[in-house]
T-cell receptor, first 108, second 117 residues
Framework: QKEVEQDPGPLSVPEGAIVSLNCTYS??????FMWYRQYSRKGPELLMY????GNKEDGRFTAQVDKSSKYISLFIRDSQPSDSATYLC????????FGQGTELSVKP | GAVVSQHPSRVICKSGTSVKIECRSL??????MFWYRQFPKKSLMLMAT?????????EQGVEKDKFLINHASLTLSTLTVTSAHPEDSSFYIC?????????????FGPGTRLTVL
């Protein structure tokens, strides 16, 4: 079993839709949970991070962590074409463990 | 945010040659730098971790004699792919981490696309 599992997609949604991206993990020791956004042929950039369980909101983005279920989510409200990218979840366990990444396309 | 650069952004080389990729932290001192490899539509796979002035720590399955890492200063790390072969073709991404902040966030470079013919 991989430490971090993420549906690779691709996911295609119309502009304005709510997007839900998810990851599951197996190591209960993870404390920091991150979401990175990676545009084509670029390095990842940190979008949001959450410590332990709970929600965190930043503009149109909301990150949720459910440690009891070992499940994290990223919600994007009012999605825009500029949100089209690959979204990678990552967890800090001495080193960053990345999910496979979900390719998102937001159509105008 | 902190800026990490990589050079070159793209390189094409012949099989059997060596290629050096540079990773620089432009506006902060990076005590630790990381090298990742990414295949198309795949996750980032950590290859090695390097601390300034120390030998790099390689992940299981990564050949240290093939992927030479040097972290001679707090702002520069290099990855040399020796005797490159077509299977080494990949997207190589470095990241740098300073000492500030709760998260000790890693800042990623833009990546280097290596194609070995």
């Amino acid at each position: 079993q991989k430490e971090v599992e993420q549906d690779p997609g691709p996911l295609s949604v119309p502009e304005g839709a709510i997007v839900s991206l998810n990851c599951t993990y197996s190591n209960s020791a993870f404390q920091y949970f991150m979401w990175y956004r990676q545009y084509s042929r670029k390095g990842p950039e940190l979008l949001m991070y959450t410590y332990s369980s709970g929600n965190k909101e930043d503009g149109r983005f909301t990150a949720q962590v459910d440690k009891s279920s070992k499940y994290i989510s990223l919600f994007i409200r009012d999605s825009q074409p500029s949100d089209s990218a690959t979204y990678l979840c990552a967890m800090e366990g001495g080193k960053l463990i990345f999910g496979q990444g979900t390719e998102l396309s937001v159509k105008p | 945010g902190a800026v990490v650069s990589q050079h070159p952004s793209r390189v094409i080389c012949k099989s059997g040659t060596s290629v050096k990729i540079e990773c620089r932290s432009l506006d902060f001192q990076a005590t630790t730098m990381f090298w990742y490899r990414q295949f198309p539509k795949k996750s980032l796979m950590l290859m090695a971790t390097s601390n300034e002035g120390s030998k790099a720590t390689y992940e299981q399955g990564v050949e240290k004699d093939k992927f030479l890492i040097n972290h001679a200063s707090l702002t520069l790390s290099t990855l040399t792919v020796t005797s490159a072969h077509p299977e080494d073709s990949s997207f190589y991404i470095c990241s740098a981490r300073g000492t500030s902040g709760v998260l000790n966030e890693q800042f990623f470079g833009p990546g280097t696309r290596l194609t070995v013919l």
